[in-house]
Structure formats: C-alpha cells, structure tokens
T-cell receptor, first 114, second 111 residues
Framework: DAGVTQSPTHLIKTRGQQVTLRCSPK?????VSWYQQALGQGPQFIFQ???????QRGNFPDRFSGHQFPNYSSELNVNALLLGDSALYLC?????????????FGPGTRLTVL | EDKVVQSPLSLVVHEGDTVTLNCSYE??????LLWYKQEKKAPTFLFML????IEKKSGRLSSILDKKELSSILNITATQTGDSAIYLC???????????FGKGTKLTVNP
C-alpha cells in the first residue's frame, strides 16, 4: 500500500519565480492538505482540498494556490517567490468522515529560494 | 485562535532513560489530539487521543489525554538512539480538519 508521495524532493528557485509541487495521497484517501514547515517550527496549514475544491485555507497570501484532480492528487503553486518561502512543504492525506482526524504525511519537498 | 504549546522544546537523555513530553492545547470544540514523530522529513503518526480514548500505548511509547487540564503527555520508556527525533503534537482547529501544530520537542538520545 503506497503511502503519500511528493515530488520533487528538493527544489531551488530564485526570487520572483513560480513553483509547482505535487502530491499523491495514500490509497483510499480523498482529502489533501498542504503545510509549510519553517526551520524549528511546527507545520503551518496552507489549505485543504476535498472534491476538487479548496475547503479551508490558512493565513497564507493569494500567491499560494492549489488544485486537486479527479484522482485525488494535488498540486501546490507558489507565485512570485520570496526568500521567506524557503521551507519544507508537506502534503498530508486523509479520509473525510467521522472520527478520521488522522492525517498521513508525505516526505515533503524542500524548497530553497535564492 | 487555537493554540498548541509543547514543552520542553529540546531534551537530551542517555539510552535507557525514560522521558515525558508535554503538550497543552487551547482549541475550540475539542475533538482529538494527535502525536507525530518527525525524524528527517515526513511526520509519522503515533497516536490519536479522543474523549473516548484517552490512553494509548504502543511498545515503549504511551500517551495520556487530560481533558480537564487540556493537556497530554507522551512517555517513552527505555529510550534508544532511534527515538531521537522531533515529536509534534497537533489538534484539529474548532470543528475543522485543519491541524494546528505545536513547535515540537526535539529529543536527542545519546548512547
């Protein structure tokens, strides 16, 4: 049973560029959440996708956008990159239903903005 | 705003020691509290505690939820170097599925 997968593993970009990160959820899961983890901090919620729509959003600017596809996989797009966007980006999948708060995380994408 | 606070932020012990990690939370409409272990990148799920399941145990790891005190502890007995990691505590924010995380406790187990 494949767990959550993410690509790429690492990414280096320069300020002002745009980036797309990808995530495939764990088999049987229909919900994908994205988190940003800065060094020494816990993950911060960016947004969550369910049924191909953004269901909930954290305190991130509109430069951060996403998409969910019919097969439940998801993309995170960040435009006009800033140095402060350098972080580990984690994707988590879950199944929407009663008593299913557990989210399973992928290995993350390490984004460095120069 | 919902908040999760973990203590200590870092801890260094020797193999064989027992450690207790703390998590306090202020979340509206409490539903559950989760513990994760993060070694390199991916946080891996350890336990979920709810009002109907306030104690969980897996091998040398155990966790207890105190709903009255709005806190939880994670115990690790007979620590091993492989237990070295960041331990994260999280809770769903106010009825939603957004997880609010603490900053984590960095545990270092020396041989």
């Amino acid at each position: 049973d494949a767990g959550v997968t993410q690509s790429p593993t690492h990414l280096i970009k320069t300020r002002g560029q745009q980036v797309t990160l990808r995530c495939s959820p764990k088999s049987g899961h229909d919900t994908v959440s994205w988190y940003q983890q800065a060094l020494g901090q816990g993950p911060q919620f960016i947004f969550q996708y369910y049924e191909e729509e953004e269901r909930q959003r954290g305190n991130f600017p509109d430069r951060f956008s996403g998409h969910q596809f019919p097969n439940y996989s998801s993309e995170l797009n960040v435009n006009a990159l800033l140095l402060g966007d350098s972080a580990l980006y984690l994707c988590a999948s879950s199944f929407t239903g009663v008593g299913t708060d557990t989210q399973y995380f992928g290995p993350g994408t390490r984004l460095t903005v120069l | 705003e919902d908040k999760v606070v973990q203590s200590p932020l870092s801890l260094v012990v020797h193999e064989g020691d027992t450690v207790t990690l703390n998590c306090s939370y202020e979340v509206t409409n409490f539903r559950s509290l989760l513990w994760y272990k993060q070694e390199k990148k991916a946080p891996t799920f350890l336990f979920m505690l709810t009002s109907s399941g306030i104690e969980k145990k897996s091998g040398r790891l155990s966790s207890i939820l105190d709903k009255k005190e709005l806190s939880s502890i994670l115990n690790i007995t007979a620590t091993q170097t492989g237990d070295s990691a960041i331990y994260l505590c999280a809770g769903p924010q106010g009825g939603s599925e957004k997880l609010v995380f603490g900053k984590g406790t960095k545990l270092t187990v020396n041989p």
